[in-house]
């Protein structure tokens, strides 16, 4: 297609990305409600949402996997933009909040919660997972910002390895000589949407929407921090203001979706880097985006883990950490890495 002065017209970047990803929205919300141990036609599915007196247990099994649907879903754009969010903040286009430990810190806090607290429901668990995930970031931030050169991306990664490994023998020696806690925690510590309820919706939406908010205000600044914090402050941005309020709303998502979901890895990692390639490197496109291409991940992921699994089904965790390993180890080795290319 050419404009009146002969220019090829190109189409809008934000656009198509913000299509495709509302397609595939929709496609994978509607395989997820027919996607279980009793497979779904299309003609049940429109019966049990429209006409539920036609046969009411196929309108029953609709009405349960709505929830469950809806949960994957903002657990999955929750922790999109996290992982957004945290690439921003520490111009490094491989973090992720599982790699930082910042997940690692959520569940320590969620581990304190049931052994110290009796905590035993998702609303005890938010507020602690919360908490843990901010202060692990704070302490990954603060070893990783020691030494010459401050808190370089590869000094912050090596910093979130280290914090992770820590906190995870911790985890482990509260846990030992708590049988009682181990039975809770480790169905809860593989990552799962199979929680997802009413309940759980109406937990997580508040937390879900102030992460989004500030996610949304931060991001139109996020391309001058890329650049460098010299450049940034050249610019008129207030460089401390903006990585406090980019990793608060990160720690906000990345809480809230590792409290009623448990420690989903990698899609952090995942999420991102779908919609640069959908969108480029503009973090005006790549935060608010990363919401339904997180929602889309999480969503195929709990699919396939229940086509797999079946009659059971496999966590979506485990899935996504199928998915997201290898391409950490691609981005890793690639010869050259340019930031947010």
Same mark, same amino acid.
């Given at each position: 297609?050419?404009? %009146?002065?002969?220019?090829?017209?190109?189409?809008?970047?934000?656009?198509?990305?913000?299509?495709?990803?509302?397609?595939?929205?929709?496609?994978?919300?509607?395989?997820?409600?027919?996607?279980?141990?009793?497979?779904? *036609?299309? %003609?049940?599915?429109?019966?049990? @949402?429209?006409?539920?007196?036609?046969?009411?247990?196929?309108? #029953?099994?609709?009405?349960?996997?709505?929830?469950?649907?809806?949960?994957?879903?903002?657990?999955?754009?929750? @922790?999109?933009?996290?992982?957004?969010?945290?690439?921003? =903040?520490?111009?490094?286009?491989? /973090?992720?909040?599982?790699?930082?430990?910042?997940?690692?810190?959520?569940?320590?806090?969620?581990?304190?919660?049931?052994?110290?607290?009796?905590? %035993? #429901?998702?609303?005890?668990y938010i507020l602690?997972?919360?908490? !843990?995930?901010?202060?692990?970031?704070?302490?990954?931030?603060?070893?990783?910002?020691?030494?010459? !050169? !401050?808190?370089?991306?590869?000094?912050?990664?090596?910093?979130?390895?280290?914090? #992770?490994?820590?906190?995870t023998s911790l985890?482990?020696?509260?846990?030992?000589?708590?049988?009682?806690?181990?039975?809770?925690?480790?169905?809860?510590?593989?990552?799962?949407? !199979?929680?997802? *309820?009413?309940?759980?919706?109406?937990? @997580?939406?508040?937390?879900?929407?102030?992460?989004?908010?500030?996610?949304?205000?931060?991001?139109?600044?996020?391309?001058?921090?890329?650049?460098?914090?010299?450049?940034?402050?050249?610019?008129?941005?207030?460089?401390?203001?903006?990585?406090?309020?980019?990793?608060?709303?990160?720690?906000?998502?990345?809480? /809230? /979706?590792?409290? *009623?979901?448990?420690?989903?890895?990698?899609?952090?990692?995942?999420?991102?880097?779908?919609?640069?390639?959908?969108?480029?490197?503009?973090?005006?496109?790549?935060?608010?985006?990363?919401?339904?291409?997180?929602?889309?991940?999480?969503?195929?992921?709990?699919?396939?883990?229940?086509? @797999?699994?079946?009659?059971?089904?496999?966590?979506?965790?485990? =899935?996504?950490?199928?998915?997201?390993?290898?391409?950490?180890?691609?981005? /890793?080795m690639k010869s050259?890495?340019?930031?947010? %290319?």
């Amino acid at each position: 297609m050419k404009t %009146e002065t002969g220019k090829k017209h190109k189409p809008n970047k934000t656009a198509v990305a913000a299509a495709v990803l509302s397609a595939a929205l929709l496609l994978t919300a509607v395989g997820s409600i027919a996607t279980g141990a009793r497979f779904l *036609t299309f %003609e049940e599915l429109i019966d049990g @949402l429209f006409r539920p007196e036609k046969d009411p247990l196929i309108a #029953s099994i609709v009405r349960s996997r709505i929830p469950r649907t809806l949960f994957g879903l903002c657990c999955g754009a929750a @922790l999109g933009v996290s992982g957004a969010l945290t690439q921003a =903040v520490t111009r490094n286009p491989i /973090a992720d909040p599982s790699i930082l430990g910042v997940n690692t810190g959520a569940s320590l806090a969620v581990v304190c919660a049931m052994s110290f607290l009796n905590a %035993e #429901s998702l609303r005890q668990y938010i507020l602690p997972a919360i908490l !843990g995930a901010a202060l692990t970031s704070a302490l990954v931030y603060g070893i990783g910002s020691l030494g010459k !050169g !401050g808190a370089s991306p590869v000094k912050l990664v090596l910093a979130g390895a280290a914090v #992770s490994a820590a906190l995870t023998s911790l985890i482990g020696a509260i846990l030992m000589p708590r049988g009682f806690v181990i039975d809770k925690f480790r169905f809860w510590q593989v990552g799962s949407v !199979g929680a997802g *309820t009413w309940d759980t919706l109406a937990v @997580l939406a508040p937390f879900l929407a102030a992460g989004l908010l500030i996610g949304a205000a931060a991001a139109p600044a996020l391309n001058a921090l890329a650049l460098g914090d010299e450049t940034a402050k050249g610019l008129g941005v207030r460089t401390g203001r903006l990585r406090l309020a980019a990793t608060f709303g990160g720690v906000i998502l990345c809480g /809230a /979706a590792t409290a *009623t979901a448990g420690p989903i890895g990698f899609l952090g990692l995942l999420a991102p880097h779908a919609v640069r390639l959908l969108a480029g490197p503009d973090f005006r496109r790549v935060v608010p985006l990363s919401a339904p291409a997180g929602a889309v991940i999480l969503t195929l992921a709990d699919m396939l883990g229940r086509m @797999l699994g079946s009659p059971g089904e496999l966590e979506a965790g485990v =899935v996504t950490a199928f998915l997201g390993a290898p391409l950490l180890i691609f981005l /890793a080795m690639k010869s050259k890495v340019k930031r947010f %290319e």
